[in-house]
């Protein structure tokens, strides 16, 4: 986004809140032909056949299927690699992704899905389009790939399986303080 001046010379206020108001992952530099660099989140992914946009894009699309705000997007995007990999082996899944992303980008207009600031805006294109193949398809997919990742189960809450340590009914299974 382009900002323009206002006549003393600084950034005008309109301008400045748009732009601000962009979410982290639409601030993800593409480095190369496979890169996807967040410098300000201190992380980035190769990718072997979706397009990095692309992939920013479903980062974003799986964060408003699956908001927590405790969780980074590169839990998220760890998700999402899955897909990444599957392309890779086959032309068809890395087109049902591309072809996905470019629908949901026309769908909202001029800066794409992720020039929505506004997650109220993105969320209702998810409604019109949730049941697609390709909307069932990533948020099936996050189930299994974000809620499988460990790292996050404490943000949860959840210590993980019980079984070997005796079950939950001597380990305090009701005291989950976040619910």
Do not use: C
């Not at 382009?2 to 400045?16: I, L």
């Not at 108001?21 to 530099?29: N, Q, V």
């Not at 980062?59 to 392309?87: C, E, L, S």
Request: aromatic share 10%; hydrophobic share 45%.
């Amino acid at each position: 986004m382009m900002m323009t001046n206002d006549k003393a010379g600084g950034v005008n206020r309109r301008d400045f809140l748009a732009a601000s108001g962009k979410t982290a992952i639409g601030a993800a530099m593409v480095v190369g032909s496979g890169t996807l660099l967040l410098p300000s989140q201190g992380w980035g992914m190769e990718l072997k056949a979706i397009k990095p946009e692309t992939m920013a894009t479903m980062i974003q699309m799986a964060r408003d299927i699956y908001p927590h705000d405790r969780v980074a997007d590169k839990f998220y995007a760890k998700a999402m690699r899955a897909h990444d990999d599957a392309a890779a082996d086959d032309e068809s899944k890395a087109a049902f992704f591309e072809d996905g992303i470019a629908g949901l980008d026309a769908k909202a207009g001029d800066g794409g899905y992720l020039g929505l600031g506004w997650e109220a805006d993105r969320v209702a294109i998810l409604r019109d389009i949730e049941d697609s193949e390709f909307f069932q398809a990533m948020r099936g997919s996050l189930v299994v790939g974000l809620y499988n990742q460990k790292a996050i189960w404490p943000l949860f809450g959840y210590e993980g399986a019980s079984a070997e340590k005796g079950g939950y009914i001597d380990r305090g299974f009701d005291d989950i303080e976040w619910v």
